[in-house]
Nanobody, 120 residues
């Protein structure tokens, strides 16, 4: 069984920063891609940033130059540093991992989500 647990969300003023963390645990053999998605009220879930096991990164245009994704493969953890936050960044942020378990079952796994609210 695999679990992804996010932390680091909260309330921040416009222009502020937050750092999200997501730790994967359980019967993990290897993790390929990891990423962060977000879903605002009334909108579809969208990709924010993704990172491959080798460190190649991909960002949504709306967060380029403000957000930075990183990962620690030894800890099965992915991070999202969010700077210069804007009210439009308000959403529930979800961690995602594409991984293979020890039983060789591969799949897409999601965390429970963490709320980020940007407001004065």
């Amino acid at each position: 069984q695999v679990q992804l647990v996010e932390s680091g969300g909260g309330l921040v003023q416009p222009g502020g920063s937050l750092r999200l963390s997501c730790a994967a645990s359980g019967s993990i053999y290897t993790i390929n891609d990891m990423g962060w998605y977000r879903q605002a009220p009334g909108k579809q879930r969208e990709l924010v940033a993704a990172i491959t096991r080798g460190g190649r990164r991909n960002y949504a245009d709306s967060v380029k130059d403000r957000f930075a994704i990183s990962r620690d493969n030894a800890k099965n953890t992915v991070y999202l540093q969010m700077n210069s936050l804007e009210p439009e960044d308000t959403a529930v942020y979800y961690c995602n991992a594409v991984l293979t378990e020890w039983n060789l079952r591969s799949g897409d796994y999601w965390g429970q989500g963490t709320q980020v609210t940007v407001s004065s």
